[in-house]
Each structure stands twice: as C-alpha cells, then as structure tokens.
Nanobody, 124 residues
C-alpha cells in the first residue's frame, strides 16, 4: 500500500507560480509511474501531467502544456509539479497518483493509489 502526501498548494495571484510536491511512502519509488490530476468544484477529475518511472516520458494536458512541468526525484521518493503563469481556471484540488507499472497513463482509472489532494486557488 503506497501512501501519497501532497503539499505546496495555496493562494496565488494570476500569473504567479507554485510548486507542488508529492511524497510517497513506498520504496522502491521508481517502480511507479506518477501522475497529477485536478478537480474543480462540480467538475470531473482531469488529467494534468504524468511521468514514467525513470522520468524519460512526460505528458501534459493541452491546457497546461508550456506552463506546468512534472518531474521526479527517485532518491527522495518525490514527484513535483511546477506551475507557472497560473490562471484563475487552474483553481482546483490537485491530486497526485501512483500507478504500479513503469508506463504512464492519462486516465485516472489506471492509477492505483491517490493522495488526499492539495488546494490551489488562483485569484484574478
């Protein structure tokens, strides 16, 4: 059972930046592909970004491409989401997820473990 803990959310003005972190309890962390998803009130949980076990494959949703960057440090059991040029429409609860395989996926149902989420609020 992998436990995931997100941190780094908060309130930021439009155009600002935040870096989310997700620490995993399981070793070896490198066995898991990781993803970030977000859910705004009244909406479905949407894919944001994903990274393969070694970091060689990266995917980002069109809505965040060029602004958000996913990365991981397997020595620290942590995955990151650097968010730049934030917009009010980025406001949501952000979740990290782990998939017990090396390959990435953009589908939420492919992920086996989920964190509790961290709130990101972008003011206009």
């Amino acid at each position: 059972q992998v436990r995931l803990a997100e941190s780094g959310g908060g309130l930021v003005q439009a155009g600002g930046s935040l870096r989310l972190s997700c620490a995993a309890s399981e070793r070896p962390f490198s066995r898991y592909a990781m993803g970030w998803f977000r859910q705004a009130p009244g909406k479905d949980r949407d894919f944001v970004a994903a990274i393969s076990w070694g970091g060689g494959s990266l995917y980002a949703a069109d809505s965040v491409a060029g602004r958000f960057t996913i990365s991981r440090d397997n020595t620290k059991n942590t995955v990151y989401l650097q968010m730049n040029s934030l917009k009010p429409e980025d406001t949501a609860v952000y979740y990290c997820a782990a998939r017990d395989t090396v390959g990435v996926s953009i589908r939420a149902y492919d992920y086996d473990y989920w964190g509790q989420g961290t709130q990101v609020t972008v003011s206009s």
